[in-house]
């Protein structure tokens, strides 16, 4: 008796493309029920807490072992006071960028600053140098 091997097709998981700010590395999301297209603005769960981020790549299946786990949610659309609190958020990061760039000056810190990155909720101000 002969056996039959079958490959099985790998599993697949639907994604969208996301980036906290243009130009920098993309993520994957799941979509829930939402449909999204390139240019969405949305509001994303991550391990900071909810984070605004801009849609890549609409909705579109990847094999399953390409995703890094935990796959978190795209939580909604961006609303429109999503949108006045991340334009309130560069705000608030062009000034601490300077304030930080004082300090740094103050203190002789051999250090370059990159960035500064208010959290979406404010609660918190990363900065990278």
């Known amino acids: 008796m002969e056996e039959i091997?079958?490959?099985t097709a790998?599993?697949?998981v639907e994604v969208v493309d996301i980036q906290f700010r243009p130009g920098q590395k993309?993520?994957?999301f799941a979509p829930g029920d939402l449909q999204l297209q390139?240019?969405?603005h949305v509001i994303i769960d991550t391990a900071r807490g909810p984070?605004?981020?801009i849609c890549a790549g609409?909705?579109?299946l990847i094999p399953e072992k390409d995703v890094v786990?935990?796959?978190r949610a795209v939580l909604r659309k961006a609303t429109a006071q999503d949108e006045k609190t991340v334009a309130e958020n560069r705000e608030k990061e062009k000034k601490a960028f300077l304030v930080c760039m004082e300090k740094i000056e103050e203190q002789k810190l051999d250090m370059q600053l990159v960035s500064a990155e208010v959290a979406f909720d404010?609660?918190?101000i990363l900065f990278f140098f």
């Open 69 to 71: 786990a935990p796959l």
């Open 122 to 124: 404010g609660s918190k």
């Open 38 to 40: 390139a240019g969405d």
């Open 10 to 12: 790998p599993e697949k």
């Open 5 to 7: 091997l079958t490959e």
């Open 58 to 60: 609409g909705n579109h």
């Open 51 to 53: 984070e605004y981020g």
């Open 26 to 28: 993309v993520y994957f």
